[in-house]
């Protein structure tokens, strides 16, 4: 089994190296390594080009969603591993997952637990991030429990599902994932084998004072799913009152006209 691995990079000058080195560090080699520079204003791309190893994608800042799926078009190789260049790998990530794909050739994508860490030290996890024997639709509402990085995906299969959704800013990967598992299972590798470091200031998940709008937004491509548009009004409700506390008259537009929509 040939895999490349989609590294998307914004400048990210300071952790980059570390997440290359961790897949030159595994102990099932991969085939090839695709740094996809979106846009940095720093030295992102000349850490890219000090390994001879990596493949070089430059393009405008459009965003990780266009990176990841323009990384993935540029892959030779049928499988598709994902890092995002603030994380890192366990040595043995992939040799578990290529494992599991060769006794299972029907599995199309798994994903592996994970260590969080901040200040150098590992973090508790909590509760409702910790992994499932058997992840479902219905656990997949609220939020996302699939770190990118942990994921090993068929690179046909992939395309077929349309990639990441482009127009997303954040939570691209919770809707790749609803969309999954609406119609399929993906396969949990209970190890922890991606590291996750957190507290940098640059990530996304920092950056939007409101990700349920995000969700909602996913949501209602699975309107045809049990427990769906109860799960739309409860984070409106949510939504609203931040957008109240925060004087955002968008957000509460965009409310009402989702409520509307539920209405349809």
Same mark, same amino acid.
């Given at each position: ?11 990210? !000058? ?15 080699? !991969? ?15 000349? !850490? ?217």
């Amino acid at each position: 089994m040939k895999v490349s691995v989609i590294i998307p990079a914004f400048n990210r !000058v300071n952790t980059l190296a570390r997440a290359i080195d961790s897949v030159l560090a595994q102990s099932y080699k !991969v085939n090839e390594i695709i740094v996809v520079d979106d846009g940095s204003s720093d030295a992102t791309s000349e !850490v890219a080009k000090n390994y001879p190893e990596v493949l070089l994608l430059r393009q405008n800042n459009l965003g990780v969603s266009t990176a990841r799926n323009n990384g993935v078009m540029m892959a030779s190789n049928e499988w598709i591993a994902f890092l995002d260049s603030d994380d890192t790998w366990h040595p043995k990530k992939l040799a578990f997952q290529i494992a599991f794909h060769k006794k299972d050739p029907t599995s199309n994508i798994s994903y592996t637990d994970e260590v969080w860490i901040r200040n150098d030290k590992e973090m508790p996890i909590p509760k409702k991030f910790r992994k499932l024997d058997k992840l479902l639709f219905e656990h997949s509402l609220d939020y996302c429990n699939i770190a990118p990085s942990s994921v090993l995906i068929n690179k046909e299969y992939f395309e077929r599902l349309g990639g990441f959704d482009e127009s997303f800013e954040v939570c691209e990967d919770y809707d790749l994932w609803l969309r999954i598992l609406k119609e399929d299972k993906i396969d949990l590798i209970p190890q922890k084998l991606i590291y996750k470091f957190g507290g940098a200031d640059d990530q996304l998940s920092l950056k939007y004072k409101f990700l349920d709008r995000w969700h909602i937004i996913s949501l209602f491509k699975h309107l045809d799913k049990p427990l769906v548009k109860e799960k739309i009004l409860l984070m409106c409700e949510g939504l609203e009152k931040a957008a109240l506390k925060y004087k955002d008259e968008n957000l509460l537009d965009e409310c009402a006209v989702w409520k509307l929509r539920l209405q349809e």
